[in-house]
Nanobody, 120 residues
């Protein structure tokens, strides 16, 4: 069982930056692929970015060039650095963990999410 707790969300002006963190419990964090998803009201959940257990990354087109996913296995933590934020990035951001080679999952474990609001 893996428990995930996100932090770092908040209110930021357009063009600003935020860094989200997702702290994981357990001793097998390094064996999981970790992903960041987001969900805005009325929209489906969408994949933002992902980092495999080996450190390979994937980004949605909307995130390329602006967002960076990284992980620190010593701290059992995955990060999402978000730069040049836009109002359309406003959403609840959730992290997920899974032992999967597929970018889209399935991911077995999910956090509760952290709200990111970008004002224009």
């Amino acid at each position: 069982q893996v428990q995930l707790v996100e932090s770092g969300g908040g209110l930021v002006q357009a063009g600003g930056s935020l860094r989200l963190s997702c702290a994981a419990s357990g001793r097998t964090f390094s064996t999981y692929a970790m992903a960041w998803f987001r969900q805005a009201p009325g929209n489906e959940r969408e994949l933002v970015g992902r980092i495999s257990a080996a450190g390979n990354t994937y980004y949605a087109d909307s995130a390329k060039g602006r967002f960076t996913v990284s992980r620190d296995n010593a701290k059992n933590t995955v990060y999402l650095q978000m730069n040049s934020l836009k109002p359309e990035d406003t959403a609840v951001y959730l992290c997920a963990a899974g032992r999967t080679f597929l970018v889209t999952g399935p991911y077995a474990f999910w956090g509760q999410g952290t709200q990111v609001t970008v004002s224009s």
